[in-house]
Structures are given as C-alpha cells and as structure tokens.
C-alpha cells in the first residue's frame, strides 16, 4: 500500500495561505507510532486532529470504528470535507470507494450469510464525553496550547478509557514545556517522553490513575465589577478569567443601543452576551462560537447567570448558521492567532461575518489589539467606522452597515 499523501489535505474551511498547511510532522509521528501499536481501529480514540490529518492516515491504513474529537467545528468540517476527497467519508462512507482502498470491509453475502459482518463506519465524531473514550486502548492527542486544556483531556482520558490505555501525545517542540509532562503525571503512572524528530516529540502516558468523583472543568469565577459570574471548560480561552480585550469592550458596553436582536461573534465563555442580556432583558441574544469547549463553556456562564433561557449558544464557524441581515448588533473580539501562528486571517473572516449578518443601520462593535488594521477592514466591509476607545493595546470601534 502507498503511504498516505498528507499534502492533498487541505484546511477549508478554515483560513488557508501559503504558509498555512493541514498537518505537520507530529501528525505523522502519531500516526507511524499507533500503526506499530497494532491496536484496532475501534479501539482507538483521537483528539485534536485538527484537520483530519491523523484519522484519514489512519483509515487509509485499513483501521476503521476511530473515535474523534475535535474541538473547532471549522475542524470538523474539514475533515469531512479531506474524507470526502480523499475517500472515506466518516459517519456516511462512500462503501465502494473506501473497499477500494482499504480493501473489503465485511464479507460478501448478506445478513444471513454466516461470514456477513456489518461494515464499520470509517470514523466517528464525538464530543470530549465518556462516548469517545470508553474502551478505548489507545489515545492519540495533538498537545493543546493551553494547560488547562491538557488537564481536561487527560483527566478525561484516565477517567472515561481502558484500565490499560496508553496516550501518546505530540507537538511541536519549540511549543512543548515540562510542565505539560507535569500535568501528565497527574493522570498516569508513567509519562515517557520520546526522542524529537523533525522538530516534533511524542510523550507517552501510561497506566491511568484513578481519578477524584468530581472532574476539574468546568472552573467558576466571579466578577463583581461587572456583575457575571463566567464558567470555563479547559479549552476556553482566558479560562474563567477575562481577558484585556473583552474587559475593554465591557468597559463601553453601556454605550450600545438597545436592540432586538443582538449576536456575539466568536463568544468565547460568554461574557460580552451575558453583561448585554442582563443589561437588556427584552433582548434576543445569540451567542456563537467555532470551539466546543467554549461553546460548553458559554452555556455553563449562562445558566450561573440565571440566563440559560434567554441567550441562545451555538457551536458555529463565523455565525455561518445564522440568517444574513437579521442582527441589529453584534459584539465582536476577533482573535489574531490561528493555532500557534499569527494571523489576521480569522478576524478578517469574522468581521465578513459581521457584515453578512448586520442589517442595513445595524452596528458592529469591536475590541481588537490597536496594532491590527482592523478599522480599515471594518469600514471596508461594513460601513463608517469610528473610534469608541481606545487603551494602549485596544481599540473600539463602532461600525454601521451600510444600506
């Protein structure tokens, strides 16, 4: 069999450019180590595969029943999107093609014939829950940024997975710390970390440790100054903190009008659509975001805030599920990372989505670094735009859409 073709893996539809890619070496470090495993398909859960890159490697490799979590919806899609044109296509196989390539899945006659097997979908998708983990003996996971992150997952994964699994981690090295390895051992009895290759390292976590009743995430914090209360699950960026920016937008929050229909784009742990609920109780709020975990994160801060009937959560990418033109204002701290690399890309696709979303007279609020050219894109896109505020690293805008 011809080794898998990495380089026809493409990231939409997420940002793509020329020095973005769908995978790296870890991917195919993680890869090479489970095929050497022997472990079954079925019996192999992946997590944070970010484009799909390990999960199609691996059903190329005839393993099939692979459990998956990612956390970005826009990683979902492209991994259906890479299934679909590479081959197989996850929950809903095209069987022909993927027998092609994998070779035959079950054997031929029917349900009566005494050698018929069903044929197993290629992969599922899960969210980080028991269903993901439960009796699996291999986990394969791309190392989160965050710590916190890491703690969730391998809690989850010591928790939820075979007595006898191991979890091979991986990253890039320049982005890996001892303290990752620290919060491994937390989790597992052994945490051996791998010689680097091609400027990756796997760590390999061994023997599950058993777990307290009570899992870690989500974390609860309170902010008497603008009177929330935020939850954060462990991939939520600022945790349940918050963070400079959205501090900033809040800080002017007074000023927005009041309106019937208000979305916050790229919600995070909910903070700017709560403070506007709670503020305006005849309002439709709608909050969205492309991550899980902030998404489980947002429903979380809205229930302690007694807001869980009121402001709407949805794991979204860029509010592509949300009618055009139907928003009298959207909230908007645009990110100015993707994974580990700046760039602008996201917030762009964003402030699109703002506009797309705005009715004409509508207005966008935004709090970005004040390095970003993001005013320029705002009148651009949306329409006149004008300073709010301004500190030494943010700036708000006010943008209104043009008719």
Same mark, same amino acid.
């Given at each position: 069999?011809?080794?898998?073709?990495?380089?026809?893996?493409?990231?939409?539809?997420?940002?793509?450019?020329?020095?973005?890619?769908?995978?790296?070496?870890?991917?195919?470090?993680?890869?090479? +180590?489970?095929?050497?495993?022997?472990?079954?398909?079925?019996?192999?859960?992946?997590?944070?595969?970010?484009?799909?890159?390990?999960?199609?490697?691996?059903?190329?490799?005839?393993?099939?029943?692979?459990?998956?979590?990612?956390?970005?919806?826009? =990683?979902?899609?492209?991994?259906? @999107?890479?299934?679909?044109?590479?081959?197989?296509?996850?929950?809903?196989?095209? +069987?022909?093609?993927?027998?092609? *390539?994998?070779?035959?899945?079950?054997?031929?006659?029917?349900?009566?014939?005494?050698?018929?097997?069903? %044929?197993?979908?290629?992969?599922?998708?899960?969210?980080?829950?028991? #269903?993901?983990?439960?009796? %699996?003996?291999?986990?394969?996971?791309? !190392?989160?940024?965050?710590?916190?992150?890491?703690?969730?997952?391998?809690?989850?994964?010591?928790?939820?997975?075979?007595?006898?699994?191991?979890?091979?981690?991986?990253?890039?090295?320049?982005?890996?710390?001892?303290?990752?390895?620290?919060?491994?051992?937390?989790?597992?009895?052994?945490?051996?970390?791998?010689?680097?290759?091609?400027?990756?390292?796997?760590?390999?976590? #061994?023997?599950?440790?058993?777990?307290?009743?009570?899992?870690?995430?989500?974390?609860?914090?309170?902010?008497?100054?603008?009177?929330?209360?935020?939850?954060?699950?462990?991939?939520?960026?600022?945790?349940?903190?918050?963070?400079?920016?959205?501090?900033?937008?809040?800080?002017?929050?007074?000023?927005?009008?009041?309106?019937?229909?208000?979305?916050?784009?790229?919600?995070?742990?909910?903070?700017?659509?709560?403070?506007?609920?709670?503020?305006?109780?005849?309002?439709?709020?709608?909050?969205?975001?492309?991550?899980?975990?902030?998404?489980?994160?947002?429903?979380?801060?809205?229930?302690?805030?007694?807001?869980?009937?009121?402001?709407?959560?949805?794991?979204?990418?860029?509010?592509? +599920? !949300?009618?055009?033109?139907? %928003?009298?204002?959207? !909230?908007?701290?645009?990110?100015?990372?993707?994974?580990?690399?700046? @760039?602008?890309?996201?917030?762009?696709?964003?402030?699109?989505?703002?506009?797309?979303?705005? *009715?004409?007279?509508?207005?966008?609020?935004?709090?970005?670094?004040? @390095?970003?050219?993001?005013? *320029?894109?705002?009148?651009?896109?949306? =329409?006149?735009? +004008?300073?709010?505020?301004?500190?030494?690293?943010?700036?708000?805008?006010?943008?209104?859409?043009?008719?």
């Amino acid at each position: 069999m011809p080794p898998f073709d990495f380089s026809r893996l493409r990231r939409f539809p997420d940002v793509e450019a020329p020095n973005l890619q769908g995978w790296d070496a870890t991917d195919e470090l993680l890869v090479r +180590e489970a095929l050497a495993t022997g472990i079954r398909g079925d019996e192999i859960a992946v997590i944070g595969d970010e484009y799909g890159a390990i999960t199609l490697a691996l059903t190329d490799a005839g393993r099939h029943g692979i459990r998956v979590h990612q956390d970005l919806v826009t =990683g979902r899609r492209a991994l259906a @999107h890479n299934a679909a044109a590479l081959g197989p296509a996850g929950e809903n196989p095209d +069987e022909a093609a993927s027998d092609r *390539r994998v070779g035959s899945r079950h054997a031929a006659g029917g349900p009566d014939d005494p050698g018929f097997a069903p %044929a197993r979908p290629a992969f599922t998708s899960h969210e980080l829950e028991p #269903a993901l983990l439960a009796g %699996a003996r291999l986990v394969l996971l791309q !190392l989160p940024k965050s710590l916190a992150e890491l703690e969730e997952i391998a809690d989850a994964v010591a928790r939820w997975a075979a007595p006898d699994a191991t979890l091979i981690a991986g990253g890039r090295v320049k982005h890996m710390t001892l303290a990752q390895n620290d919060v491994l051992a937390r989790c597992f009895q052994t945490v051996t970390p791998q010689r680097a290759e091609r400027k990756s390292r796997l760590v390999i976590a #061994a023997t599950p440790k058993r777990m307290p009743e009570q899992p870690p995430f989500p974390v609860r914090a309170e902010h008497p100054e603008f009177g929330l209360t935020l939850c954060a699950h462990g991939g939520a960026f600022a945790g349940a903190g918050i963070d400079i920016g959205t501090r900033v937008l809040l800080g002017v929050l007074a000023q927005v009008p009041t309106a019937t229909t208000v979305v916050d784009l790229g919600c995070g742990t909910g903070a700017l659509a709560a403070a506007y609920a709670l503020r305006h109780p005849e309002a439709q709020v709608t909050a969205t975001d492309r991550s899980a975990a902030a998404v489980r994160s947002a429903r979380a801060t809205m229930q302690a805030n007694g807001l869980a009937d009121r402001v709407r959560v949805m794991l979204d990418d860029a509010g592509s +599920e !949300l009618p055009s033109g139907a %928003a009298d204002v959207v !909230l908007l701290n645009p990110p100015f990372h993707l994974g580990a690399s700046v @760039h602008e890309g996201a917030g762009r696709r964003l402030i699109d989505a703002a506009a797309r979303l705005l *009715r004409p007279g509508g207005e966008v609020w935004t709090v970005f670094n004040s @390095h970003l050219d993001h005013r *320029r894109a705002l009148t651009r896109a949306v =329409g006149p735009t +004008e300073q709010v505020a301004r500190t030494p690293k943010f700036t708000v805008t006010r943008s209104i859409r043009r008719g």
